[in-house]
């Protein structure tokens, strides 16, 4: 009784990767625009021995802050977490979407056995009155009305799954042309990309 194509299988990208012993498992970003930080937590699967975990945030090529976790001995799941501050912070928003480079690098007993590269964008959703006392959604501490379409998701050929990039990267790019802020997801979830 369901209006839309049925679909089964591997829709999404799916791959394999060999990792070492002591290895991240995942990245937890959480960015803090009051505070112009951004706080790391990073599930760790770590030998016995001394380890550390460099952070590095960048802006383009250029690294712009870091710090390090040094893990003492122990095996087994961890979830070390750094918080770094962000100079002079480039807020994210619709209009300007500046994301920043995030890169963290696991050395054990002196040398690198893992690495991750990510990104992240400084904004605060929040929700605050007006003057007129209704409540609003923030965007970095500002009134921001959403306006955009419903997207469904799905493609002519191959219904979850998107011919190209260049198609995901259309979809966006005319929905900012048409002078929307927002694609609201609907029925599936979207790729990560």
Same mark, same amino acid.
């Given at each position: 009784g369901m209006m839309y194509t049925a679909s089964s299988g591997i829709w999404q990208t799916a791959w394999l990767e060999p990792v070492p012993t002591a290895h991240m498992e995942g990245l937890k970003i959480t960015p803090d625009l009051?505070?112009?930080a951004v706080t790391v937590?990073?599930?760790?699967?770590?030998?016995?021995?001394?380890s550390t975990i460099k952070v590095e945030v960048l802006d383009g090529k250029k690294v712009v802050q870091s710090g390090e976790i040094i893990i003492d001995g122990?095996?087994?799941?961890?979830?070390? &977490? =750094?918080? *770094?501050?962000?100079?002079?912070a480039k807020s994210w928003t619709p209009d300007s979407p500046f994301l920043y480079g995030l890169r963290l690098s696991l050395q054990?007993?002196?040398?690198?056995?893992?690495e991750i590269e990510s990104y992240f964008g400084m904004r605060k959703i929040s929700m605050a009155k007006d003057?007129?006392?209704?409540? &609003? =959604?923030? *965007?970095?501490?500002?009134?921001?009305?959403?306006?955009?379409?419903?997207?469904?998701?799905?493609?002519?050929?191959?219904?979850?799954t998107a011919p190209t990039d260049e198609a995901l990267r259309y979809d966006i790019e005319i929905t900012k042309a048409l002078g929307m802020n927002l694609a609201r997801e609907h029925v599936k979830i979207e790729p990560d990309r």
């Open positions: 009051d505070q112009s937590e990073i599930p760790l699967v770590a030998t016995p021995g001394k122990g095996s087994g799941p961890m979830r070390p &977490r =750094l918080s *770094l501050k962000v100079p002079g054990a007993d002196g040398k690198k056995v893992d003057a007129d006392g209704v409540l &609003r =959604l923030c *965007l970095n501490n500002q009134p921001l009305f959403q306006y955009g379409p419903l997207d469904q998701g799905f493609w002519p050929d191959g219904i979850y």
